[in-house]
């Protein structure tokens, strides 16, 4: 908890990122992280083996755009500033230790933006998904990754409306969709290589591995067709307290 509250004291970030909650989104995962260790390393390494199959599709290489790099941990850094003449990493919110690390990578560079570009918006309680625009003139981006972002996109925006300006199931559902079919247009939009990386169902299980919920994490839009799948135990029975039940997300690539 300490650690908690130094992290949420001593991270440089915006001050929409601590209204809207994503800086505190962003440590409570990265300590979640941490005691779930090793029950997260194969989701990890998936996510990076993905990232290096797609790069090996790419014929050129001079600049790669990593959406939603956040802990660091499912990106292959090494490989990326080797291969790549120019790495940028976006998100809203990075740790200063992850921000210590992409120091001794001379050419990996971290922008805090709002991918969504519809933040400020949001934040105001005008109901309105605007339609993204950063990186799409630059020509010499030969590789996107979406990395296990596009389904959180709506989650902080759509919770911050209804406590601050109570809006309804079906304008939370209309925003969740807007929100995640800008994000794949616009990953559809750049002239490059894509790598979409992002939970396709979520399951939850009791103690005696009985399914007792599932949910689209998609808001009904239709994702693209994986490549691979594999299963990430985000919430294992131990961590889920009182509730006892486990959450399963089952994560997806697709390359384009
Ligand atoms: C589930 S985490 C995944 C992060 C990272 N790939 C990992 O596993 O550590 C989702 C990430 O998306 C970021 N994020 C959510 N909404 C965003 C937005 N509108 N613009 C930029 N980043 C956003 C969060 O800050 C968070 O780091």
């Not at 299980?205 to 998609?218: G, H």
Request: glycine share 4%.
């Amino acid at each position: 908890m300490i650690w908690e509250v130094w992290q949420y004291l001593t991270t440089p970030s915006s001050k929409l990122a601590r209204q809207m909650g994503f800086l505190y989104e962003s440590i409570a995962m990265s300590a979640r992280a941490k005691r779930c260790h090793s029950a997260w390393q194969p989701h990890y390494q998936n996510c990076q083996l993905a990232i290096e199959q797609a790069v090996s599709t790419c014929r050129s290489r001079r600049k790669v755009l990593v959406f939603g790099a956040g802990t660091l941990q499912d990106i292959p850094l090494g490989l990326l500033s080797e291969t790549f003449d120019q790495v940028l990493l976006v998100d809203l919110v990075i740790s200063r230790n992850a921000l210590k690390l992409l120091k001794s990578y001379p050419n990996i560079e971290y922008i805090e933006a709002d991918v969504s570009e519809s933040l400020h918006l949001l934040q105001a309680g005008i109901l309105k998904v605007e339609t993204p625009k950063a990186w799409l003139d630059d020509e010499a981006i030969d590789l996107v990754v979406s990395l296990n972002l596009i389904t959180q996109l709506p989650l902080l925006p759509v919770r911050w409306l209804k406590r601050k300006f109570q809006i309804s199931d079906s304008q939370a559902d209309q925003l969740g969709q807007g929100l995640i079919k800008a994000h794949l247009d616009y990953l559809q939009r750049f002239n490059a290589c894509v790598c979409l990386i992002a939970d396709r169902v979520d399951r939850e299980f009791n103690r005696q591995a009985e399914k007792t919920d599932e949910f689209d994490p998609w808001w009904g839009i239709n994702p693209p067709q994986t490549s691979q799948t594999w299963q990430w135990e985000v919430v294992s029975l131990a961590e889920s307290g009182t509730a006892k039940r486990c959450q399963v997300n089952e994560v997806g690539v697709s390359y384009w």
